[in-house]
């Protein structure tokens, strides 16, 4: 496995503690409408509304005590890549964000606004990732593609270590999957805390690549997505993310549109939070499968906020 346990650890000394030590608690409102006991990781409180620059710091640490010229490219569909902008500025790298022409218009605005260059291209977040690479070859700036770079995946493991410090053992940690850095590396640092923690990744139905794989064993082309939640919209599988997840992960689940809307309303009326649809995949879950977690102490990682205001009150408050 890729991961290890002492990086996740000492990738924790790079990370602005802006990222840090974010709010984990019970939400009794909540925990009593699902039937379980159920903590709230909540990782949208910083300047980029998402956990993705706990990677990104990581990443640019490391260029940062390297002999790498300070420019720097990432393909996204937005969260990364306002993580990169964000970190990037503070440290003085010259940011490039390549993004699909038809990614999410908010998210593209804040990309702008934190410094970064973005290019649009048309297609989805491959073809973005294509022209990332091309980019790069051409320019020499360091190409930072999610979950292939390992430090992104370590970075979001910090997050399993600060679960880890509840003064409870969690029965099950949920964690939405996408192309797989927060997965692994949550999943990493819990098993290393607490081997019986289940770590149990959560995928839309219409962007199943990743579960499919894991279930399977072997990569499997699921097709292009068709998802509300663009954060983990993506159509293909990194061979070593899957290496990594199968041996991490205790399941991988999916969950319908429906729920993921469901789950939005639920975080909204039970916690008072706005979540972007990728948040709300482990609630999705967990409304779809009551009677599997009925009575468990269940963490849920709530990964980011980008959604915007007409969206949310469109899919949330019909």
Excluded at 66 to 78: E, F, L, N, T
Excluded at 110 to 137: C, F, H, K, P, Q
Excluded at 306 to 312: K, L
Aim: hydrophobic residues 40%; contains cysteine.
């Amino acid at each position: 496995m890729r991961l290890a346990i002492d990086r996740i650890e000492a990738a924790t000394s790079r990370i602005d503690d802006v990222f840090l030590n974010t709010p984990q608690y019970v939400c009794p409102n909540l925990s009593k409408a699902l039937g379980c006991r159920i903590v709230l990781k909540v990782e949208t409180l910083n300047p980029i509304r998402c956990f993705k620059g706990r990677g990104a710091e990581t990443v640019l640490s490391r260029l940062d005590r390297s002999d790498s010229p300070k420019s720097v490219i990432c393909a996204s569909a937005g969260n990364l890549g306002q993580a990169l902008a964000y970190c990037g500025r503070k440290r003085g790298f010259d940011v490039t964000v390549t993004a699909s022409a038809a990614a999410n218009p908010l998210k593209l605005e804040r990309m702008r606004a934190l410094g970064a260059d973005v290019v649009t291209v048309d297609g989805a977040i491959e073809e973005a990732l294509e022209a990332a690479l091309t980019r790069s070859e051409e320019t020499g700036a360091f190409l930072l593609e999610d979950s292939r770079n390992l430090d992104t995946c370590e970075g979001a493991g910090t997050i399993g270590l600060e679960l880890s410090t509840l003064p409870f053992v969690l029965n099950v940690v949920l964690v939405s999957l996408g192309a797989g850095a927060m997965a692994t590396g949550i999943g990493c640092a819990i098993k290393s805390q607490h081997p019986d923690t289940r770590v149990v990744c959560v995928q839309p139905q219409n962007a199943p690549a990743l579960t499919r794989s894991f279930q399977a064993g072997q990569i499997v082309d699921s097709g292009p997505p068709n998802t509300i939640a663009d954060g983990v919209a993506g159509r293909y599988c990194i061979p070593e993310v899957l290496d990594d997840l199968l041996k991490i992960a205790d399941s991988a689940m999916l969950v319908s549109e429906e729920s993921i809307v469901a789950g939005m309303r639920a975080l909204y009326e039970y916690s008072g939070l706005i979540v972007e649809p990728a948040a709300a995949l482990g609630v999705a879950c967990l409304l779809e499968n009551q009677e599997r977690f009925r009575g468990q102490t269940v963490a849920t990682v709530i990964c980011g906020s980008n959604v915007s205001p007409r969206d949310f009150e469109r899919w949330v408050k019909p």
